[in-house]
């Protein structure tokens, strides 16, 4: 059975630094793409980051380019998320997703297994 716990959540304040971990178990998803969404209240769950297996090629929404850092350590199945200069607006319930399914990032139907979620909230 394939879970992805993540972890690392927590309450900050804005200009603060979070760091996310997402650990994988059940197979491997070194050759696969990890990546991170979030989703606001009252918003749709939307892309953030993506990862590629095997390159380590990344993708950031415009939102967070330049402040987000995606990374992954295939030998610990796990794929990180640092959040530097944080804001207001990046409150959100973080999922961490991979997948098996090809696809563009960015649409949440191309990623086939996801986290519970972990909140991370940004005080002003």
């Known amino acids: 059975q394939v879970q992805l716990v993540e972890s690392g959540g927590g309450l900050v304040q804005a200009g603060d630094s979070l760091r996310l971990s997402c650990a994988a178990s059940?197979?491997?998803?070194?050759?696969?793409?990890m990546a991170w969404f979030r989703q606001a209240p009252g918003n749709e769950r939307e892309f953030v980051a993506a990862?590629?297996?095997?390159?380590?090629?990344?993708n950031y929404a415009d939102s967070v380019k330049g402040r987000f850092t995606i990374s992954r350590d295939n030998a610990k199945n796990t794929v990180y998320l640092q959040m530097n200069s944080l804001k207001p607006e990046d409150t959100a319930i973080y999922y961490c997703?991979?997948?098996?399914?090809?696809?563009?990032?960015?649409?949440?139907?191309?990623?086939?297994?996801w986290g519970q979620g972990t909140q991370v909230t940004v005080s002003s």
């Open positions: 997703a991979a997948r098996t399914i090809p696809g563009d990032y960015e649409t949440r139907v191309n990623w086939n297994y």
């Open positions: 059940g197979r491997s998803f070194s050759r696969n793409a």
């Open positions: 990862i590629s297996g095997r390159s380590g090629n990344t």
